[in-house]
């Protein structure tokens, strides 16, 4: 045979290699539909009470949320409103389910063992997917 023919079969060989490789690759983002659904607008949440337990003497924080979906909303507890330098911090996981927009969600985020002397502040750190 010659160089030419063979230079071919390696050119057709090559162009099925790359179709099997990136076709399922084309197929992958084709179907997953980048102008899907848009995602709900996120849920409205907030802390509507922060106080130390007199029993535990952990700090504990109300949180209500409006919104639809299920969501992990971090809860940060603080001495200081806003966080200066050597400022005592630490957050909170909270799972909320199922969120319904007409009716109110209520959680309690629990915190760590707080001084009795000093006020904690708490309040929403971030709002994720759950």
């Known amino acids: 045979m010659s160089a030419l023919k063979w230079q071919g079969w390696l050119v057709g060989l090559m162009g099925l290699a790359g179709l099997l490789v990136f076709a399922p690759l084309g197929l992958y983002v084709w179907a997953s539909g980048g102008n899907g ?33 299920s969501y992990v909303i971090t809860v940060e507890f603080r001495d200081q409103q806003p966080p200066g330098p050597g400022a005592r911090t630490s957050q909170s996981l909270l799972r909320i389910p199922g969120l319904n927009p007409a009716t109110p969600s209520y959680a309690e985020a629990i915190g760590p063992t707080w001084p009795p002397a000093t006020t904690p502040w708490c309040g929403v750190a971030d709002i994720g997917p759950g």
């Open 37 to 69: 659904t848009a995602a709900p607008p996120p849920p409205d949440v907030r802390v509507t009470a922060c106080r130390i337990d007199p029993a535990s003497h952990r700090v504990a924080a109300t949180v209500e949320a409006r919104g639809e979906g």
